[in-house]
Each structure stands twice: as structure tokens, then as C-alpha cells.
């Protein structure tokens, strides 16, 4: 326990510089590639300068991972999870759909999923989750390792199908399993669903603490919950600077720069990137850099990403002068977040959670599609069909038809999957982009 | 509504309750609802379980192909006028893909006349659970009343449990003398699904004459196996079954067998706490979250207790709960030496010439290897 306590804080420590020892040495055998190639004129912007900033500390949460079983009590959670309340209590926290996601980006799916599907887990079921088990099964990640966890909390504010697929790790690894179970809302969330999910909170904390062996520290918790605003706040700021035309970013950057909000929130280091970010973003404004050097369109991405295509595509449109230059998932991180109340972290903590973008009706989705159509000046959307998320995806059908007539502008439905390259045909694909492109004309 | 036993459909049915008894009709969507309420308030559930065959009209392009047929032809159906004998819809939710329906038809269209919705904790075990289920239900109560103009009469609910209770106890009386009942599955499973549009009342009529009818000791010749799943359909799985030998001993289908409240305490005098504890007291299923453990414990004492040997795993594709347990069920039964035969359904067809092959060879292999020990 000492030792892997030891080498948990040395992880900590040491990290930042070996990461950056590691980066160096990456940049130095590619700029040595690079010369001998030579390179063709990129659509892109300069990258962001945060951009290693953003590796190493997202790198350095994988590699503190490694050691925290045993040294730190370990929790695995859903993205949309109140994680506020672990951190008072030392848990280190592993986001599994993020870590999907990093499998998604290295192509590692089919060899996952294949993994999964021998269990037999249909190939229909949700691609982050059969990449997580898969992950499990074949005892192998992308980020090294992967500590085991003491606890799994989920939240269905996102789906329902993190319960099932949580409850298939807690058999997996054999240790308790947390549930919050949010109440879908229309409109206004009914008070005796946001007294449900208080409750549940509260129960949520007699289980982490058993589990740490610690106890709640109120002030502790405020002032996790006043950093968590914070963070959302900053985050919905950089996304912000993207209503600037040209937008300093793309909305293909904000997929991998969400990452601190979605496994860091409540942290310090997360609202650090995002001021550095932030200032970023608004010296390129004051310098006209944008996220594509030639920016003659913009449009709204609804739906996670197709992480395993995200180059692919953006370089698609880039080359055209079309930028992503907002997305709904990326937003949903910004809204939310912000309705917390340090003063009441679990009255507030309940009505925030259940007031996600998958947790409401259809009507508050195609005003904040219409809003953020307005607000970023879009003149098309592109609405990712997701056959893995289905309560992202069930309504885009009308979503697409209300887009258009109300806001006027130009949409497209494409169908993939966010993690599975098997359900996403490239040139078929490529062809049905680049026609949407062409009606531009 | 054409799932019709008989001569008489669903549709026709509940315009003859409205004329005959002045009864408003409810579609309602699965899987759980409480039914004794709406029984307490003169209000007929109509359950809509798609209905099967492709869809009808155009409503079901609102949905992805990928969303599971039950909610995609139940859309086409609301949307095409189809239901139009209902005064109302209720949406229970039971899935991600039933949500969406729910705020889908409410928000942009498909259903203009009154919905409802009920949204069942998951875990019901839980304390908080429990508080917020009865919440939930004296809300519905609440809109219920506003819609009848009627207040709720709590000695009618208690009648309404009562007589709920009763239908369970025959249902479950058949459904476990499954060997004694001289039925065929095709004719029990019909009776069966009848309480989803009947007037509970005349549906204990029919179960109770069929419980009579019970034979003193076994009758069925077949191969006994057991089914979990989701609804059965296409209802030819149930004739091939026959065909090949075989009948349903034991039922774990989310439409039948599983929604069977067994073990409700009988709570005289607080029909609110009876009706969280029927809630409560139906057999595990995924999608209100039931422990793994003990779902696969139900499964194989309903196994054991049916004398099934072979367990028949028939799940609508693209739904998940019932997708996620499969390897659980094939580990378990594998561990105690039960064949399993997963079969993927999907309503909007019918069964397909590999899937009878594949359900024949089954019950083929069963009758050759001999009953587990």
C-alpha cells in the first residue's frame, strides 16, 4: 500500500517532465521525417500551442492511473457522473468512454469488439461499451494500464446503456456498483424526480465513503463543486471564441480539448488548461489566425464524433473552406455544469445533472440547435446519425427537417457509428460530404 | 390494432368498450405500467407491442433502421391514424429508444390526443426508489383524474388490485402447470397476450375457464424448453416450436411470463403501498435494472421448475437490455449443463426459414441428449 502510494505521488511528480522528455523526443524524430517528405500545404491553422498541454495532462491522468490501485481508492464513471462528490474523498477517477474514445482514435475497435462479440456481446450494442469490455477481456489499453476499480458509479443522464454495460464490469471485477438514476425531463424537471436523484446522492455518499474508508468533508466538497463551475464556465468560454469568424479552432479541436472537463472536472489543473486555452484562443482572435486558413463556411456537428475518422474529416471540409465551428456534445459540457450551486451541491447537484442535453426532451434540443446555429453563425449542420447512441440520434430525422426550415440553412444526416469503423463507409461517405458541400455553391 | 384472436381486434374491441361502457382507451406502450390504476379510473389499456409486420405508413422514417422495431412500427402505427379508437397514449419508460418516442410524438408530432408518461425508477430495491415510484404514481393519479374529470375512488383501486391479483395468480397457475394445461402454445400464448387489450375483467373469465381445464397430471408430449425474451414475435416462433417438437415449459418473456406478479404481500388497506409493492414484485428484468445475480438465479430455478431442457434466448434485435445479459445466460446455463440457442427476432419480419432450421436442430439435439441431471 505504501509503495503504491509512493510511486502514485511519484507519478504525479515525475510525470509532467517525463511526458515532456517523451513529447520532445516525438517532435524531434518527426521533424526529421518531415524534411525528407516534404510536406503539402495543410488546411489547417497553426495547432494550438496548448496542444501539448493538453497531451501531457491527460497523459499524466492515465499515467497516475496506472499506479492507483492500491495506493488510492479507484472509481470507474460515466462522463455525465457526479464526480464532485468522489473527489473530496481521494478517488482517482477513470472515465471509461473516454478511454473508449482513445482506443476509437488508434483503430483498436474491430480487434476489441471481435473480443467482445466471442462473449457474446451483439455487435449492435453500444461500440464504447464493447470497446471497454473488450479492453477487459483481452487485458490490453492503449494508455498502458488501466487501474482496477474499487467502485462503479453511473449515471443514466447520458443513456441507459452505461447500466447495463456498468453492471457487466461490476460481475467483471466484482465490486460495488452506484447508481443514479435520472429521471428523463419535459420542460421542467417534476420535484419529486430531483428530491430522487438528491436522495440518491446522499446514498451515493454513505457507499464512497465506506468505500475510501474516509469521510465527507463539506467544505471539502464546495469547493470542488465551486472549481467544477468554474471549469464550466471557462470551458463554455472557449468554445465561445469560436462565434468569431474566422473561429480560432475548430470543432473537430474541441472534441480532444474536452477532455480535461469530462475526466478532470473539479480539479484545478482543469480549469488551469482551460485559462491558458482560453487566452490562446483570444490571441488568435486578436491576430485573425483561424482554425482553417481559409474559412468560407461554418457548420454545426450534432452527436459524438466519429473518433476514429475525426482527420479524415475535418480535412474533407477544411480543404473546401468548411468549418466545423460548433458541435453539440462539446457544448453540453459548458451548460450544464454551470447550474451548480456550491451553496447546495446536492439540490443543485441533482437539478444540474438531470438537466443534460440527453436528458431532456426533443424541444429543448432543437432550441439548443437553433441557438447555437444563431450564436456561431452556421449556414449548414451536419447531424451524425450514431448507431451507437441512440438517444442522441432517435428525433434527428425531424431535428434535421425543423433545422432547416426554421434557421434555413443547408443539413445532412450521415450515418457511422463513434467508435466502430466497421459501420462507417469512407468513400460512400466522403461522396454524400462532398455533395453537401457542392449545394453550398 | 390487427393482432387479433379470434374474430375481433384490438381496435374494434376498445371502440365497443367506449359504446358498450362509456370506457376511455389507452394505448400504452411497454413494458410496465400500472394497469390496476388504470383499471381503478374505468380506463382500458390497449398495450401496443409494435404491432408486428412492417410498418405502416410513413412514420417509421422518423426513426433510424437501427432503432428496434418495436418503437419504430409503433410510431408508423400512432402516426398513420391507426389508433385513433384510443383517447390517449402511455409511455412508459422502459428504453432509451421508448424515451425518445415519448418526447419524439409529444414534441414534434405523431400523437395529437392526450399523453402520458411513466418513468419507473431503476433499482426498485432501494429505499429511494421505492419513495419515488408511489411519488410517480400518485402523480399519474393525479393527471389521470384531471383527464377523466373523476377523482380517484381509493375502494376501486383496491378492487382493481384485487382483481389484479387474481388475473397474476392464473396466469402464473397456467404458466407454471404449463405441462397439465391442454393447450398448444400457440393458443395459450394468445389467451395469454388477450389480457393486454381485454377488460381485465373478462379476461379472468377466460383464464379462470382454463385453469379448470387443467388436466390432473401431465399431458404435453413434447420437449419442454424454456424462453427469455422480449415479446413473441414473430408469433410463428411459437407454431415452429410446436412443429419441431417442442413447447414453452417455462416463460420469461418481458410481455408474459415476467411481468407476473408472484410474490406481492397482500396489503389490505393501503392500496398505495400494494401498488408499489406489485410494482415491485415481478420477476428480474433488465430493464428496470435487476441485479445480474439474481436475474440468472430466477432464470435457472424457472428452469429447474419447469423441466425445461434447453433454454431458447429470443430477443428483439437492436435491444439492448435483453442483448447485454445474453453472455450471462450462456455462461450460466453452460455451467449447469443447459443447452441455450440464442434466436435474434426483429418484429417487422417474419420467422425466417434459418430460424426454424435453427429452432428444429435445437429441439432435434434436446431430444437426443436426455434431460440435465
Known amino acids: ?441 | 390494432m390487427t393482432n387479433s384472436p379470434g374474430s375481433i381486434s384490438r381496435g374494434t374491441y376498445a371502440l365497443r368498450q367506449k359504446k358498450e361502457h362509456d370506457r376511455r382507451c389507452l394505448a400504452v406502450l411497454p413494458i410496465y405500467y400500472p394497469k390496476e390504476l388504470l383499471t381503478a379510473f374505468d380506463i382500458l389499456a390497449v398495450e401496443l407491442w409494435g404491432p408486428p409486420g412492417p410498418p405502416c405508413g410513413d412514420g417509421a422514417g422518423r426513426l433510424q433502421s437501427y432503432v428496434c422495431s418495436v418503437v419504430r412500427n409503433a410510431l408508423a402505427f400512432l402516426q398513420s391514424g391507426q389508433a385513433d379508437a384510443m383517447d390517449g397514449a402511455l409511455f412508459p419508460h422502459t428504453c432509451d429508444s421508448l424515451q425518445g418516442m415519448a418526447t419524439l410524438v409529444t414534441d414534434f408530432g405523431g400523437w395529437s390526443k392526450k399523453s402520458f408518461v411513466f418513468q419507473h425508477p431503476r433499482g426498485s430495491d432501494r429505499e429511494s426508489a421505492k419513495v419515488c415510484v408511489e411519488q410517480e404514481l400518485r402523480s399519474l393519479a393525479g393527471e389521470l383524474e384531471a383527464w377523466t374529470g373523476k377523482p380517484l375512488d381509493l375502494k376501486r383501486l383496491q378492487w382493481a388490485l384485487d382483481l389484479h391479483r387474481e388475473i397474476d395468480a392464473c396466469r402464473a397457475t397456467l404458466l407454471d402447470q404449463r405441462a397439465r394445461c391442454p393447450l398448444n402454445d400457440v393458443e395459450l400464448y394468445e389467451l395469454l397476450r388477450r389480457g393486454e387489450w381485454l377488460w381485465p375483467e373478462e379476461h379472468l373469465e377466460e383464464l379462470r375457464r382454463a385453469v379448470q381445464a387443467l388436466a390432473s397430471s401431465p399431458i404435453q408430449k413434447g420437449i419442454p424448453i424454456m424462453v427469455t425474451g422480449y415479446v413473441p414475435e414473430p408469433e410463428g416462433i411459437l407454431a415452429a416450436l410446436g412443429n419441431a417438437g417442442a413447447y414453452v415449459a417455462g416463460d420469461d418473456y418481458a410481455a408474459v411470463g415476467r411481468r407476473v406478479s408472484r410474490s406481492a404481500k397482500h396489503l389490505k388497506g393501503d392500496p398505495w403501498a400494494e401498488l408499489v409493492e406489485r410494482y415491485g414484485s415481478v420477476a428480474p428484468c433488465p430493464t428496470r435494472n435487476a441485479e445480474s445475480g439474481m436475474r440468472m438465479q430466477y432464470l435457472k430455478s424457472l428452469c429447474k421448475s419447469s423441466g425445461a431442457c434447453g433454454v431458447l434466448v429470443h430477443v428483439q434485435k437492436f435491444c439492448e437490455p435483453e442483448l447485454f445479459d445474453i453472455p450471462d445466460i450462456r455462461k450460466t446455463f453452460a455451467a449447469i449443463g443447459v443447452p441455450v440457442l440464442v434466436v435474434e427476432g426483429d418484429l417487422e419480419q417474419t420467422l425466417s426459414g434459418q430460424t426454424e432450421t435453427r429452432l428444429e436442430a435445437f429441439v432435434e439435439m434436446l431430444s437426443t441428449a436426455g434431460r440435465p441431471s
Open chain 1, 1 to 441: 500500500m505504501m509503495l503504491r502510494r509512493l510511486q502514485y505521488e511519484m507519478a504525479g511528480y515525475a510525470g509532467p517532465a517525463l511526458l515532456r522528455f517523451q513529447e520532445w523526443q516525438r517532435l524531434r524524430s518527426r521533424k526529421g521525417k518531415k524534411s525528407k517528405s516534404g510536406a503539402q500545404a495543410s488546411p489547417f491553422g497553426p495547432p494550438l500551442e496548448c496542444v501539448g498541454k493538453l497531451k501531457e495532462l491527460m497523459s499524466l491522468h492515465y499515467l497516475q492511473g496506472r499506479y492507483a490501485d492500491g495506493a488510492v481508492p479507484v472509481a470507474w464513471v460515466t462522463s455525465g457522473f457526479p464526480i464532485e462528490i468522489l473527489r473530496p474523498l481521494g478517488f482517482h477517477a477513470v472515465y471509461p468512454e473516454n478511454h473508449a474514445a482513445m482506443c476509437g482514435v488508434v483503430r483498436m475497435v474491430p480487434k476489441l469488439s471481435d473480443a467482445a462479440e466471442k462473449e457474446g456481446y451483439a455487435r449492435d450494442l453500444c461500440s464504447y461499451a464493447r470497446s471497454d469490455l473488450g479492453c477487459c477481456i483481452l487485458n490490453t489499453t492503449p494508455a498502458g494500464r488501466l487501474p482496477k476499480p474499487d467502485l462503479l458509479c453511473c449515471c443514466t443522464n447520458i443513456c441507459q446503456t452505461v447500466l447495463y454495460w456498468y453492471k457487466a464490469l461490476a460481475e467483471r471485477f466484482n465490486v460495488p456498483l452506484v447508481l443514479i438514476d435520472t429521471p428523463f425531463v419535459y420542460g421542467e424537471a417534476k420535484p419529486h424526480h430531483v428530491a430522487y436523484v438528491r436522495s440518491q446522492l446522499e446514498e451515493l455518499v454513505k457507499v464512497a465513503e465506506r468505500v475510501s474508508g474516509r469521510r465527507m468533508d463539506l467544505d471539502k466538497l464546495k469547493d470542488v463543486v465551486t472549481r467544477s463551475k468554474e471549469g464550466a464556465r471557462l470551458w463554455g468560454e472557449c468554445l465561445a471564441t469560436a462565434q468569431a469568424k474566422p473561429a480560432p479552432w475548430t470543432g473537430i479541436d474541441g472534441f480532444f480539448h474536452m477532455g480535461p472537463i469530462v475526466a478532470l472536472r473539479g480539479s484545478e489543473e482543469c480549469n488551469a488548461y482551460y485559462r491558458m486555452l482560453r487566452d490562446e484562443l483570444k490571441d488568435r482572435l486578436s491576430r485573425g489566425i483561424g482554425g482553417i486558413v481559409n474559412e468560407k463556411h461554418r457548420l454545426l456537428w450534432d452527436n459524438l464524433p466519429m473518433w476514429f475518422a475525426v482527420r479524415e474529416l475535418s480535412t474533407l471540409l477544411a480543404e473546401r473552406g468548411f468549418n466545423f465551428a460548433c458541435t453539440s456534445y462539446t457544448n453540453a459540457w459548458a451548460e450544464a455544469g454551470i447550474q451548480i450551486d456550491p451553496a447546495d451541491p446536492f439540490g443543485s447537484g441533482a437539478s444540474s445533472y438531470m438537466h443534460i442535453i440527453l436528458n431532456q426532451d426533443l424541444g429543448n434540443r432543437l432550441g439548443i440547435l437553433t441557438r447555437l446555429t444563431r450564436d456561431y453563425s452556421c449556414d449548414g449542420a451536419v447531424l451524425h446519425s450514431d448507431r451507437s447512441c441512440k438517444p442522441y440520434s432517435v428525433g434527428q430525422v425531424d431535428l434535421k427537417e425543423r433545422l432547416m426550415k426554421e434557421m434555413g440553412i443547408k443539413v445532412m444526416m450521415l450515418e457511422s457509428d463513434h467508435n466502430d469503423p466497421r459501420a462507417w463507409a469512407s468513400e460512400p461517405g466522403a461522396n454524400r460530404l462532398t455533395a453537401f458541400m457542392e449545394s453550398f455553391a
